[in-house]
């Protein structure tokens, strides 16, 4: 990933920022794995961290971001994404189906894992520029799986036609206003109600769908019946 220009960013060791309770632990894993990332180009101290900026204890959160600035960690991502875990579901649906030897008709899933990212990155764009009168940068985050390596170049390409233009993660979060350090010290997804005044939107960890599981079954059955077949 290093080599081929990616952004590596820390988010703990062995899964330590959400299984922990503790600021020692949260600071160990977050120093393990900073050590182990440490070789590589693609890393710029960067970290993504959950818990900065979902429910947690407001005293580990104040100490984190204490140890962090002090020792020159930089936010990873910017932006709550209203559809977090929506490609997850859809790997996790394909997945079932191929281990029970199911057919998958794989240009109706492209099409649908297009719609449903491309949509979602298209509706906080104009959220944003209603309220701020010009489109910032958005932030696109793919979980790693099948249907990314087997979609992400129709789903880049459905987006460029449309008139989006791509930049390097580093461009991103060096954009002030989409910066929350710029902001507010951490919270990842605290610069959008920090510049819009607008509620923030909390999803804890893991990525579940939550309520949005109808929607996208409703969605899905629709498009691709038999993906919901067991």
């Known amino acids: 990933y290093s080599d081929r220009g990616h952004l590596l960013v820390n988010a703990g060791y062995n899964h330590s920022l959400v299984t922990k309770g503790d600021l020692y632990a949260y600071e160990v894993g977050i120093l393990k794995a900073n050590r182990l990332l440490a070789p590589y180009a693609g890393y710029k101290k960067h970290l993504h961290f959950s818990y900065l900026h979902e429910r947690g204890d407001s005293n580990i959160q104040r100490g984190l971001i204490d140890f962090l600035q002090a020792r020159g960690y930089r936010p990873a991502f910017t932006n709550f994404n209203s559809w977090r875990g929506a490609d997850a579901y859809l790997n996790q649906l394909y997945q079932a189906r191929v281990k029970r030897n199911r057919p998958v008709n794989m240009a109706a899933l492209e099409s649908a894992y297009v719609e449903l990212l491309s949509q979602a990155v298209i509706e906080q764009d104009a959220l944003a520029f209603n309220l701020l009168g010009y489109s910032p ?94």
């Open 137 to 230: 940068p958005q932030t696109l985050i793919l979980q790693e799986n099948d249907l990314a390596a087997y979609f992400v170049v129709a789903l880049v390409d459905n987006l460029t036609a449309r008139g989006w233009r791509l930049a390097s993660a580093q461009r991103l979060v060096d954009v002030p206003i989409a910066n929350p350090l710029f902001n507010v010290g951490w919270g990842a997804n605290s610069f959008w109600p920090t510049i819009t005044g607008l509620a923030d939107s909390r999803v804890a960890y893991p990525r579940t769908l939550g309520e949005r599981k109808q929607y996208l079954d409703n969605f899905l059955q629709q498009r691709i019946p038999g993906l919901l077949e067991n």
